[in-house]
């Protein structure tokens, strides 16, 4: 069993900068393949951000392309998603997913086993 717990999350202007962590409770973190998705009120659950095993190679929804940046720190057991040049349209709660049998950057969430339970997000105009 692994324990994702997300953080980082609150409000912030258009254009100002947060970033998340996701915090793992296994030590074989390290092998996971790591995702970020988001969820807005009365909408589905969208992929964000994706990285592999490896921390090198990464894949992004198009909307977040070059304002979000997802990193990891295998000795920390922590994922993080750097977002910057935020818009309201980014406002969600934000969760993080491990893949412990995914190869490469997973982008759906049939292909994750664990979840943290999101932190909100709110971006005013």
């Known amino acids: 069993q692994v324990q994702l717990v997300e953080s980082g999350g609150g409000l912030v202007q258009a254009g100002g900068s947060l970033r998340l962590s996701c915090a793992a409770s296994r030590r074989t973190f390290s092998s996971y393949a790591m995702g970020w998705f988001r969820q807005a009120p009365g909408k589905e659950r969208e992929f964000v951000a994706a990285l592999r095993w490896n921390g090198y190679n990464t894949y992004y929804e198009d909307s977040v392309k070059g304002r979000f940046t997802i990193s990891r720190d295998n000795a920390k057991n922590t994922v993080y998603l750097q977002m910057n040049s935020l818009k309201p349209e980014d406002t969600a709660v934000y969760s993080c997913?491990?893949?412990?049998?995914?190869?490469?950057?997973?982008?759906?969430?049939?292909?994750?086993?664990?979840w943290g339970q999101g932190t909100q997000v709110t971006v005013s105009s």
């Open positions: 997913a491990a893949s412990t049998r995914a190869w490469g950057t997973p982008s759906t969430s049939s292909e994750y086993e664990y």
